[in-house]
């Protein structure tokens, strides 16, 4: 496929952007018509006021904010980990996450602040398990081993979820497992700005190193001659792509595929440039779990689907033939 033109592909974002919040905005299970909507975003009250200030509008942002950044944390981690099936999901991070939030949440410090904290230790605790096992697995950190040994703790981190779910009561087993299956409702503007507080750093190291991972891309060797510092960057992607994992999974809780899925649609429209890579995708990742929400909370009104049912239904298909793709590729 040929590379789009950034104009092209910035006008293509820009309407897709906008094409996400007027369908999260004004499409919802509660019966407004488009005149009470524009009616409550001009502030002139009415019946829709708090439907759309209070429940629909945050929880736009919020899903412009979740999956900007599982879709950033996504492009980056397959560069330095040089595996286009990487995503925080795949390599446990998410699940790490998920055990420190839900930690948090049984121990009755469950926060919109607490729990990005408590999430960003789990993840990184996880992080380091992974390499460790994948070391003593193979010595060289491989892609694929990594592959496997992200898969390995990230199912024994949801194994002890499970554990404590399972001694928990009954109401919060329900809460909890709700949560963990990904779901932009009932956070509201507290958890919007807790999000874009723990966000904002790691999307501002990520994208200062948006160079250094164009030159990961090619090979640790050939970044080294080019005067890249890897072992420093990938120190500081690694930690930049666990706070961001961490802050969406405590905001939304686990939802799979939108890190692995939309970074390789950018490449396709795009390339490789990850200084139009990284911005692209958080619209285009934002964007597209607007809309998957959309779907989760109008498909069986008034009940609602977890979001993370809808990326997970989408995202099998992809990552199906993403493996497929990438198998042929290897073994040519």
Do not use: C, K
Not at 185 to 206: E, Q, T
Not at 263 to 269: C, D, T, Y
Not at 276 to 287: K, S
């Amino acid at each position: 496929m040929r590379p789009l033109g950034a104009a092209r592909l910035a006008l293509g974002l820009a309407l897709l952007l906008v094409t996400a919040v007027v369908v999260g905005v004004f499409v919802g299970p509660a019966s407004l018509t488009p005149g009470e909507v524009v009616a409550a975003l001009a502030g002139r009250g009415g019946p829709g006021g708090a439907i759309v200030w209070a429940l629909r509008v945050p929880r736009v942002v919020l899903g412009l904010l979740v999956g900007g950044v599982l879709a950033v944390s996504g492009a980056s981690l397959q560069v330095l980990v040089r595996n286009p099936l990487a995503d925080p999901y795949l390599l446990g991070l998410s699940g790490g996450a998920g055990l420190g939030a839900v930690l948090a949440m049984t121990a009755g410090v469950g926060t919109p602040w607490l729990v990005p904290a408590a999430a960003f230790a789990g993840a990184v605790v996880t992080m380091a398990a992974v390499y460790a096992l994948a070391a003593a697995a193979g010595g060289a950190l491989d892609g694929r081993v990594l592959l496997l040994a992200g898969v390995v703790v990230g199912a024994f981190a949801g194994a002890l979820v499970g554990g404590i779910l399972a001694v928990s009561a009954a109401q919060g087993t329900r809460t909890a497992l709700v949560w963990l299956m990904g779901g932009l409702g009932g956070v509201g503007w507290p958890g919007v700005l807790a999000l874009a507080a723990y966000a904002l750093p790691g999307l501002i190291v990520l994208a200062a190193e948006a160079r250094t991972l164009n030159l990961l891309a090619m090979g640790e060797e050939p970044a080294r001659h080019l005067g890249a510092d890897v072992t420093r960057s990938r120190r500081r992607v690694y930690l930049a792509a666990s706070l961001l994992t961490a802050a969406a999974v405590a905001a939304a809780g686990i939802i799979g595929f939108v890190g692995l899925v939309v970074p390789h649609a950018i490449r396709m429209l795009r390339g490789h440039d990850h200084r139009v890579l990284l911005p692209a995708a958080f619209v285009a990742g934002g964007a597209l779990l607007v809309i998957a929400d959309v779907g989760a909370r109008t498909a069986f009104a008034p009940l609602e689907l977890p979001v993370g049912v809808v990326t997970a239904v989408v995202g099998v298909p992809v990552f199906a033939f993403l493996l497929r793709r990438w198998t042929a590729r290897s073994s040519s």
